[in-house]
């Protein structure tokens, strides 16, 4: 099936470090998500995409995140800077424009900050 | 069931045998999704169920949906060994920001 990757798959940075996370979504889709998850607990909702813009975000997107996807390349997540409640898996998603409930995950990336 | 301040909770069955997990929502609901997440892996949607759906069924999966009673289900039929999963549920009330369960780890044994 369609499959959305995410680079990279770890990332050890210290605290107050900027990290870029990449995420490459499935070709034809158009909506984008960032998601969180601590270890052992649910996963939580950061952030949606759409034509450039944030469409919504919950209160764990702080001010340090920013996303964008210039120019269809990879969809980022960038967090500047770190902090260490910042460690977490950060999990990527994308859909269609029109079926924003069916999403497909990547592997996502194991961020640690030290 | 999933919700609140559970823990992930822990199910542990034969092969061959029925397996129900619940989910129950606090906040008003249009859709259900399900999930199943192997390990080191991103979540798969398995299942997704709207609110005017009693019931859907998917080979051996079924997911029924009461809005009553804010409580979904997802029944696994004849569990095979690569059933073995975390499982976890997730609402969506008309928008884009879906709320997720913590989860069921399902072990299926040989």
């Given at each position: ?20 996370l ?12 960032w998601y969180k998850q601590i270890l052992g607990q649910?996963m939580e909702?950061l ?13 764990l ?18 967090i500047?800077?770190?902090?260490l409640e910042d460690s977490a898996v950060y999990f ?16 996502g990336t194991r961020l640690t900050v030290? | ?110």
């Amino acid at each position: 099936g369609p499959k959305v990757l995410q680079i990279p798959s770890h990332q050890i940075i210290d605290m107050g470090q900027m990290v870029t996370l990449n995420c490459d979504p499935v070709s034809n889709h158009l909506y984008f998500y960032w998601y969180k998850q601590i270890l052992g607990q649910q996963m939580e909702f950061l952030v949606n995409f759409y034509n450039g813009k944030v469409m919504e975000k919950s209160k764990l997107f702080k001010d340090q995140f920013s996303v964008e996807r210039p120019d269809g390349s990879y969809f980022t997540l960038k967090i500047q800077p770190t902090a260490l409640e910042d460690s977490a898996v950060y999990f990527c998603a994308s859909s269609l424009r029109d079926r924003v409930y069916e999403q497909y995950f990547g592997p996502g990336t194991r961020l640690t900050v030290l | 069931s999933q919700w609140g301040e559970e823990n992930l909770q822990a199910l542990s069955i034969q092969e061959g045998e029925d397996v129900t997990m619940n989910c129950s929502y606090k906040t008003y609901t249009t859709v259900v999704h399900w999930y199943r997440q192997d390990s080191g892996r991103g979540p798969a949607l398995i299942i997704l169920i709207r609110s005017n759906e009693r019931e859907k069924r998917s080979g051996r999966l079924r997911a029924t949906l009461d809005t009553s009673s804010q409580s979904s289900s997802l029944s696994i039929t004849a569990a095979q060994c690569e059933d073995t999963a975390v499982y976890f549920c997730a609402t969506s009330g008309g928008n884009y920001k879906p709320t997720f369960g913590k989860g069921t780890s399902l072990v299926v044994h040989p």
